[in-house]
């Protein structure tokens, strides 16, 4: 599977911003799709995951209520809606592909997009 992210930027704290993973190379519907993140000198974290038919999800705890996980299989592509931004999520978003619903090591996805910057300003 070939994802690629974006809809990075730069916004001010407060603000929002909608990230999207367009998937190519096979059918994106039998994959849980995840995003992670990793901030400058920061090792890179789970942020959320949606199941194969979009009717469920999980989230990171600390970012469940600001960030919405969505994906339409039909244009095989996933989104990630964050509200609310706050400069420490800053960094570099990357979706993922497994075939694991539930989980969030980094290790169960096997497919990665190349990142999309995403800077919040205070």
């Known amino acids: 599977v070939q994802l690629v992210e974006t809809g990075g930027g730069s916004v001010q704290a407060g603000g929002s911003l909608t990230l999207s993973c367009a998937a190519s190379?096979?059918?994106?519907?039998?994959?849980?799709i995840g995003w992670f993140r990793q901030a400058p000198g920061k090792e890179r974290e789970f942020v959320a995951a949606?199941?194969?038919?979009?009717?469920?999800?999980y989230y990171a705890d600390s970012l469940r209520g600001r960030f919405t996980i969505s994906r339409d299989n039909a244009k095989n592509t996933a989104y990630l809606q964050m509200n609310s931004l706050k400069p420490e999520d800053t960094g570099v978003y990357y979706c993922?592909?497994?075939?694991?619903?539930?989980?969030?090591?980094?290790?169960?996805?096997?497919?990665w997009g190349q990142g999309t910057q995403v800077t919040v300003s205070s």
């Open positions: 190379g096979i059918t994106f519907d039998p994959y849980v």
């Open positions: 949606i199941r194969r038919s979009g009717g469920s999800a």
């Open positions: 993922a592909a497994s075939t694991t619903w539930g989980t969030t090591r980094q290790a169960d996805f096997g497919s």
